[in-house]
Nanobody, 115 residues
Framework: QLQLVESGGGLVQPGGSLRLSCAAA????????IGWFRQAPGKEREGFSC????????YYGDSVKGRFTISRDNAKNTVYLQMNSLQPEDTAVYYC????????WGQGTQVTVSL
């Protein structure tokens, strides 16, 4: 079964860090560009980072540039998102998905940044 499962979220104080994981099943993450998305309360889901398939080139939106790092471990078939210097505005449910041939959205992982 083709799927992506997000994990690693939690409650963290402003300035803290988390590492999210996006584990793939049924396909190889190295064969697809994979993106991270997030949906804050009352807002639409937005994409903010991705990693390409072949050269593992990365992209970051302005809101996370310099704070988040996307990476991929082909052996573990997992894409990671290292999030540093977290701020309250980063509070959202985080999802991952292929940028082409989208899969059904998973449950995501909740990230809450608060004192």
């Amino acid at each position: 079964q083709l799927q992506l499962v997000e994990s690693g979220g939690g409650l963290v104080q402003p300035g803290g860090s988390l590492r999210l994981s996006c584990a793939a099943a049924g396909f190889s993450v190295g064969d697809y560009a994979i993106g991270w998305f997030r949906q804050a309360p009352g807002k639409e889901r937005e994409g903010f980072s991705c990693i390409s398939s072949s050269r593992a080139s990365t992209y970051y939106g302005d809101s996370v540039k310099g704070r988040f790092t996307i990476s991929r471990d082909n052996a573990k078939n997992t894409v990671y998102l290292q999030m540093n210097s977290l701020q309250p505005e980063d509070t959202a449910v985080y999802y991952c998905n292929r940028l082409q041939y989208y899969l059904p959205w998973g449950q995501g992982t909740q990230v809450t940044v608060s004192l």
